[in-house]
């Protein structure tokens, strides 16, 4: 049975100037101990999944349909006292832009400790102990432990924020862009450390970033998502040798390639869609080379096209496997 | 084609009369939904009727005989001063023979004028100090931060009486001398932190490596981007003000022919506020007028909050 | 720390310096020529006038007076005041300063017990009906015309209740031949707020062993009770409670007015910072941990955003010593606002200038408690 298995969600947020289609007919599944990527542009609805699935939602958020099945419970119609029991239990997650993810007026050891006495009935002393152990498993000193956020530096506030997501333990954890504030040496030890740290305690994790190189890095499989619609699923290795529909065949063009022949770059025209007034059919209708009538008509329905692989698309590039 | 081809080449003040108005309707619609915005907008407007209607009353029904908010006595009355209310005196009279509801409405006008005279002043004099402040830094800003402590541990009152033994302290020069006063006070501090949010923004930085002058800088960036909060900030200076003079007034410290405040001083000096339940009509009325105002001008500050603060809004 | 609190003890002289200069160079300003109008106090024999205004000061040129007047002030010697002569002003503010401090600490007390709790609740509804209710409310409090609030109390109370009949502090007739005299009262009156408000703060310190926030927050408050069990024994056995207890009394009106309309300004600061500080990532993670609502509201969000309402509570203080003029003249309450006002109206400057100097240095140096309180609260500050 897969950890978490997302069936046909949907999510609205209602504003003054209409509703705003974030998230429309998602589907995937992630394995215990199975390390997810969710790739896509800004605004594509990736970190409104993340938030969908801890209900962290705002209050103008619809939901409109689907489920979200983890260990078999689907957490989207649960009552708020149960849900909070799985916060951080069973999902946890590791948020974008980590400055201000801690409180400014306690210490980051006592914040750890608060998230663990909430789930765990251990003592003061207890909960110390396994924030050092958290701290040396995320490479932190854990004198650290009893110093504000402030006397942080940004590489190290990650790390607190990677080590508070992992004090209870979660069966799954989201990472939603956690280095992109970082620069590109600290980002690279810290994307190793978290791939290690899940190795290490088979956890499985949801990683999601805009950034295509870091998805690949630390994912065995990969998520396509585009204006609110997953378009492509499937392994890293296929996604990048075989991708099967144009957003991805785009994305992968405008990637340049270490190993492989010089080309030209290519870019894509156009902008994403205002999700206030998505296009008709397919989404990616308008950028799309390979759109015909049927693509502005209907949207594509998201399918299996080869073993675990799939594509929502009417025309998807079918190369080898 | 090129992209210069596509736009319609207009002159400037119609592109930015276009823009304002898109922002005003913007900002309408924010106020709007605070809520309280409107609520306090609506009392402010039933003020004005009030003030409007005082001398279309006075040239049509009212007698000037009669009903003069500060020469007015009713004959007719004599030695049942002041009279409770009735149909020719709704608000009753007061203690020497005048129409309540005609002093009250008159007193309206001179209310708002000092309230608005006032805070305008304040708001002038605090933006201007406060840009200046945080522009420069340094030995400006220290002295204008000590001066600010000093005015607002300044003896008001009895500052008060000096200036009354010098000249008439009337509606206009109290307007000015609080104005002033408030100016250089605690609105300095607020809008020169303010100022020094607009300060570190890069177009600042672009604009002094442009040439621009500090004066330029000053007058062009800086103060556009604080006068929401400015305005916000009259808003509670009106408040402020018509508060003040109100308790001045009731002490009798002003010489003021006539507003609110007075109004309860005469009755108070009448010795009518003993027995409260008895002569109501004396203090009620102009106490609830007062009360109204100043809520009213909170009201629609508050309002302006949600609008300059985006944070604070509902969605 | 130690260097920024001197920087600013230095500042405080300079300021306190120029406030004194400003406040001579007024009352000089002053219609009528207040030398002469002392020594024509018939109540100064004719032989003494002279040697009295040498004494005093009143002698000499301007600057002669105004170097004597700051001597005077460093000395500690604030002159001797005309109204009530020969008492010192020093004398007469001793008396009414503590009848200002409880009326106003009592007050402000209150308002902030009842405006940071509310506050708090109501910025966690926000959009309902209710936080439109109560802001409403509170800012009706807030802008409430002072005399009117009074009139509407005394009439509420007084005349229709028949409560609280008298005006003032204490009502004559008990206090014929009474063991101690009202000041002694009032300060022990004060003495005792201010323990108890130690022992609260302290409570915090004596329990933090305690490691989980619930029984921790039992246990302070049942230290505080403690000592207000302690307190009321202890003054009910001391022979004088009933005269304790007459004070009291007769500060309802004046207390409640005070806290109605301190507790809607409070009150709505702590909305407005609530709302400011919810946006705030953090406020997120902490629901993204599992918390329960109640913690998150009032150990995170209340903690941050009760910083600019404690500024707020410290300048009110300044209000202790200054007094507020128009509650303690609506309610008869001889303060020390009531005292300035009687003292400039009827010209008794050294009594004017000597409450304005006593609470000039006051509220300088409050400010100073204020930003290193602001220090101690929020960690990223630090000087």
């Not at chain 2, 319609?8 to 592109?15: A, G, M, R, V, Y």
């Not at chain 3, 300079?14 to 219609?31: E, R």
Request: glycine letters at 8%; a positive charge; one cysteine or more.
């Amino acid at each position: 049975m897969p950890l978490l298995d997302v069936k046909n969600l949907t999510m609205h947020y209602t504003t003054k100037m209409g509703d705003v289609h974030a998230v429309d007919d998602v589907s995937f599944a992630i394995e215990p101990g199975e390390a997810i990527g969710l790739v896509g542009e800004s605004g594509c609805g990736k970190t409104s999944i993340a938030l969908t699935l801890l209900r962290l939602l705002p209050d103008n958020a619809k939901f409109l349909g689907g489920s979200v099945l983890f260990e078999g419970v689907d957490i989207v119609r649960i009552p708020e006292e149960e849900m909070r029991k799985i916060r951080w239990r069973g999902i946890s997650m590791i948020f974008q832009a980590a400055m201000n993810s801690l409180n400014p007026v306690y210490r980051v050891g006592d914040q750890i400790i608060e998230a663990i006495q909430t789930h765990f009935p251990i003592d003061y002393q207890a909960a110390r102990r396994r924030v050092a152990e958290l701290f040396d498993l995320v490479g932190l000193a854990p004198e650290l432990m009893d110093r504000y956020p402030h006397e942080y530096s940004g590489g190290m506030k990650q790390r607190a924020v990677i080590a508070m997501a992992l004090a209870c333990a979660p069966k799954l954890v989201i990472a939603d862009e956690p280095t992109t504030a970082l620069d590109v040496i600290v980002q690279d030890r810290i994307l190793r450390r978290i791939d290690e740290v899940r190795k290490e305690l088979n956890m499985a994790m949801l990683y999601i970033s805009h950034d295509i190189a870091v998805i690949a890095e630390v994912s065995q499989r990969i998520g396509v998502m585009y204006a609110g619609n997953l378009v492509e699923f499937a392994d890293t290795v296929t996604i990048f040798k075989n991708p099967a529909h144009p957003y991805t065949i785009a994305l992968m063009s405008a990637f340049p390639s270490i190993k492989g022949e010089k080309r030209k770059l290519q870019g894509l025209p156009g902008e994403p869609p205002d999700l206030l007034r998505p296009p008709s059919g397919c989404r990616f209708h308008p950028r799309c080379p390979y759109a015909t009538a049927v693509c502005t008509e209907s949207p594509p329905e998201y399918r299996e096209i080869q073993p675990q692989h799939y594509v929502a698309c009417w025309h998807p590039h079918l190369g080898r496997s | 084609m090129l992209i210069s081809e596509k736009v319609k080449i207009e002159p400037l003040w119609k592109i930015r009369l276009r823009l304002a108005i898109r922002s005003l309707r913007r900002n309408w619609a924010l106020f709007w939904e605070s809520r309280i915005g409107p609520l306090g907008l609506g009392i402010i407007l039933f003020f004005v009727l009030l003030m409007i209607a005082h001398p279309i009353l006075m040239a049509t029904v009212w007698d000037p005989r009669v009903y003069d908010p500060i020469v007015g006595f009713d004959r007719a009355l004599v030695g049942r001063h002041p009279a409770p209310p009735s149909w020719a005196h709704p608000l009753g009279t007061d203690p020497i023979g005048r129409d309540v509801l005609s002093q009250l409405m008159w007193s309206t006008r001179s209310e708002f004028a000092l309230g608005v005279t006032s805070a305008l002043i304040t708001v002038v004099i605090g933006t201007l100090i406060g840009a200046i402040c945080a522009y420069f830094g340094g030995v400006i800003d220290t002295i204008f931060m000590r001066l600010a402590d000093l005015v607002m541990l300044f003896p008001f009152i009895a500052l008060l009486m000096v200036l009354r033994s010098v000249i008439h302290l009337d509606l206009w020069r109290l307007a000015l001398v609080m104005g002033i006063l408030s100016g250089f006070g605690g609105i300095t501090i607020t809008l020169k932190a303010q100022a020094l949010t607009v300060k570190v923004k890069p177009y600042i930085e672009a604009a002094k490596v442009a040439g621009g002058s500090a004066f330029h800088i000053i007058r062009h960036h800086i103060i556009p981007n604080i006068m929401p909060l400015s305005f916000l900030y009259m808003m509670f200076n009106v408040t402020g003000a018509v508060f003040t003079e109100a308790v001045l007034s009731y002490f009798g410290l002003l010489d003021i022919r006539m507003s609110w405040g007075i109004m309860i001083h005469t009755a108070e000096s009448a010795g009518y506020l003993g027995a409260f339940g008895q002569y109501w009509w004396l203090w009620a009325p102009p106490g609830a007028a007062i009360t109204l105002l100043c809520f009213a001008f909170y009201l629609v500050g508050r309002g302006l909050d949600t609008v300059v603060n985006p944070r604070l809004r509902k969605r | 720390m130690l260097r920024y609190i001197g920087w600013r003890i230095a500042q405080i002289f300079v300021t306190f310096f120029l406030f004194l200069t400003m406040v001579f160079l007024i009352f000089q300003a002053m219609p009528g020529d207040y030398t002469k109008q002392f020594i024509m106090n018939p109540k100064i024999p004719p032989e003494a006038r002279q040697a009295l205004a040498e004494r005093l000061g009143l002698t000499g040129s301007v600057w002669d007076q105004y170097l004597h007047y700051v001597r005077n002030v460093f000395t500690g010697n604030l002159g001797i005041s005309f109204q009530h002569y020969p008492r010192e002003v020093w004398d007469v503010i001793k008396e009414r300063l503590p009848r200002t401090a409880v009326l106003f600490l009592v007050a402000d007390l209150l308002a902030f017990a009842l405006g940071y709790p509310l506050g708090k609740y109501i910025a966690w509804r926000r959009g309902r009906i209710s936080d439109y209710v109560v802001t409403v409310t509170g800012v009706l409090f807030y802008t409430i015309f002072t005399p009117l609030l009074a009139i509407i109390l005394l009439f509420v109370f007084s005349n229709v209740l028949g409560w609280f009949r008298s005006g003032g502090f204490l009502t004559p007739s008990l206090w014929l031949r009474p063991p101690v005299s009202p000041q002694t009262v009032f300060l022990l009156l004060t003495a005792t707020i201010c323990g108890l408000l130690g022992l609260w703060a302290g409570s915090y310190f004596l329990t933090r062993r305690i490691g989980h926030p619930r029984p921790r927050a039992w246990a302070r408050r049942g230290l505080v009770a403690l000592g207000l069990g302690l307190a009321g024994i202890a003054w009910g056995y001391s022979g004088i409670g009933s005269y304790a207890w007459d004070i009291v009394w007769h500060m309802f009106l004046p207390v409640l007015a005070v806290t109605l309309i301190s507790f809607g300004g409070t009150m709505l600061l702590m909305r407005d910072s609530m709302l400011e500080v919810i946006r705030e990532d953090y406020i997120t993670t902490a629901k993204a941990k599992g918390l329960p609502e109640k913690v998150i509201r009032d150990k995170h969000a209340a903690r941050t955003a009760l910083l600019p309402t404690i500024t707020n509570f410290t300048i009110g203080l300044g209000f202790i010593v200054s007094g507020g003029i128009v509650t303690e003249t609506m309610f008869s309450w001889k303060g020390m606002g009531l005292t300035y006002l009687e003292a400039v109206l009827q010209q008794d400057f050294p009594l004017a200038m000597g409450c304005l100097t006593f609470t000039g240095i006051l509220v300088l140096l409050l400010h100073l408690v204020v930003d290193v309180l602001y220090a101690f609260l929020d960690p990223r500050i630090s000087y």
